[in-house]
């Protein structure tokens, strides 16, 4: 389920076998001289996979990897396939389908022109990200900021379009992939677990050795991925972006008052919003901010804070991370919830497609 079976130059438009990965279908545009107009970090997902979760870049004038999708073939539990294209008034349930409503098997992308990037990275005080966060957010087509909570900067790298010619770098790409993050990165993590009290100097080691340096032009998908990284876990929420500042800063504060050590960067991106049903950035621009941690005595007791205070403020979950709410919680931060909900029961009376993970999400009473 991974093959290309239409492609339009001339309307932009590309239809493939819902299976395809992410950097396939990169490949595939880009022989014809097109290219995704935003890309997540990681091209080894399906299409399906990206699309069914809310996967998504960092830029505020583009919308997550959903939003790019104009129809949907769906085979559902009662054995019909459907076609759903934009004038349906389904289709916004399912981009965001979480696998719920049926099983994806192709989708059409709008694609764009191929064009190089060039990514800088500028270090900034936590606190001056935090109090410039929206002006930060709208001031580059792409940004986005990391920061490991015990650095007072964070990284804030920027991926500007250029004419110039881009460099193909594959045997630092193996490199990065391969040594860096899969036998370096994953022994300092670690040397870290083991003895906590060297986190804070590893982190300031990784980030004065590995980052800082400004990268060559490339293509844009390339620019957009970056190397499978050590094993880890994540939990990321979405908040409208004038509350992310207060979430970002309620959270530097948990870290500091119980001195956690914090292994993994903490990322922020940002993402236009649309009008998918279960879109994280349903209805208002989002500032999408990832907490993530390799194994450490300090991952659960950070992981509950994260999650309080998310819901302090709001804070929708990413559908393919870690998260810890529940239908009830739920149905008050999507306003199409129960139209979902509804939807759901249509295509799947009789509970085909349950699972532990969709009952807590939508309650085991909505489907079956």
């Known amino acids: 389920m991974r093959q290309v079976l239409d492609l339009d130059v001339g309307a932009r438009r590309i239809r493939v076998q819902a299976g395809i990965r992410l950097e396939e279908l990169s490949e595939a545009l880009d022989h014809a001289g097109l290219a995704m107009p ?7 997902q399906s299409l399906a996979g990206a699309i069914s979760t809310g996967t998504h870049g960092s830029s505020l004038r583009h919308g997550n990897l959903a939003a790019l999708i104009d129809s949907i073939r769906l085979a559902t539990p009662r054995g019909e ?13 399912a981009r965001v389908g979480l696998g719920a409503l049926g099983v994806v098997t192709e989708a059409t992308v709008r694609v764009v022109p ?18 410039s966060l929206e002006s930060l957010a709208a001031g580059d087509e792409f940004v986005k900021v990391w920061w490991f909570p015990t650095a007072p900067e964070a990284m804030v790298f920027r991926l500007t379009r250029t004419d110039r010619a881009p460099v193909e770098r594959p045997l630092a ?5 391969q040594i860096t993050n899969r036998i370096v990165f994953e022994g300092v ?5 083991r003895v906590p009290s060297m986190t804070a100097w590893i982190n300031r080691a990784i980030v004065r050795s590995y980052f800082g340096a400004s990268s060559p032009p490339a293509r844009s998908f390339r620019a957009f991925h970056l190397a499978m990284p050590p094993l880890h876990r994540e939990t990321e929420l979405a908040v409208p972006i004038g509350r992310a500042a207060a979430l970002l800063a309620d959270v530097r504060t948990a870290i500091a008052t119980h001195g956690w050590r914090i292994n993994f960067p903490v990322e922020i991106r940002f993402v236009a919003q ?3 049903w279960m879109s994280p950035a349903h209805g208002h621009p989002t500032c999408q901010i990832g907490f993530y941690q ?25 559908w393919g991370k870690e998260f810890d709410l529940d239908a009830s919680a739920l149905r008050t931060l999507y306003p199409r919830f129960d139209d979902f909900v509804a939807l759901r029961r249509e295509l799947d009376p009789s509970g085909t497609l349950r699972s532990p993970a969709l009952d807590r999400i939508f309650g085991s009473d909505a489907a079956g």
């Open 38 to 44: 935003i890309l997540g970090s990681i091209g080894k």
């Open 81 to 93: 396939v459907l076609a759903l294209d934009a004038s349906h008034p389904w289709l916004p349930a």
């Open 114 to 131: 191929a064009f190089q990037l060039q990514e800088s990275v500028t270090f900034v005080p936590i606190t001056e990200v935090e109090a």
């Open 173 to 177: 790409r193996w490199f990065d992939e």
């Open 189 to 193: 993590l670690r040397l870290a677990g």
């Open 274 to 276: 649309d009008d998918a």
């Open 294 to 318: 390799a194994q450490s005595a300090d991952l659960a007791p950070y992981f509950a804070a994260v999650a309080a205070i998310g819901r302090e403020h709001g804070g929708r979950p990413h």
